[in-house]
């Protein structure tokens, strides 16, 4: 999955619904939903994660992203503030776990110019 650049996206915002099948003892679809914009000016980043329980860092190729839980820990979710500005955000229930949340953070890569 490609970060369309962010200087070609302001003010937008993308949002994809990502849903896909597993394997277990039961089967249910999982789904989580990924949004990307341009980074907010004077929104303050500490106080947001802050608000993160169970945080989990992830390093990526494009910048240090953090997992946690939000709603006394019934949402799962994810923050990424890339290398040129642009934002990701992941959320998902608890059935979608940090590993997958991980996955597609660290496979998205910025846009080609």
Do not use: C
Request: glycine share 4%.
């Amino acid at each position: 999955m490609e970060i369309p650049d962010s200087s070609q996206t302001k003010p937008l915002i993308v949002t994809l619904r990502l849903s896909y099948d597993v394997i277990t003892a039961d089967p249910k679809p999982r789904t989580m939903l990924v949004t990307q914009q341009a980074s907010v000016a004077n929104f303050n980043f500490r106080t947001f994660l802050g608000s993160f329980d169970d945080k989990v860092y992830v390093e990526t190729k494009s910048g240090r992203a953090t997992i946690g839980t939000i709603d006394s820990g019934s949402t799962r979710i994810a923050s990424l503030v890339t290398n040129d500005d642009t934002w990701v955000l992941i959320n998902a229930p608890l059935t979608v776990p940090v590993e997958d949340i991980r996955i597609v953070l660290t496979h998205l890569t910025p846009a080609r110019r």
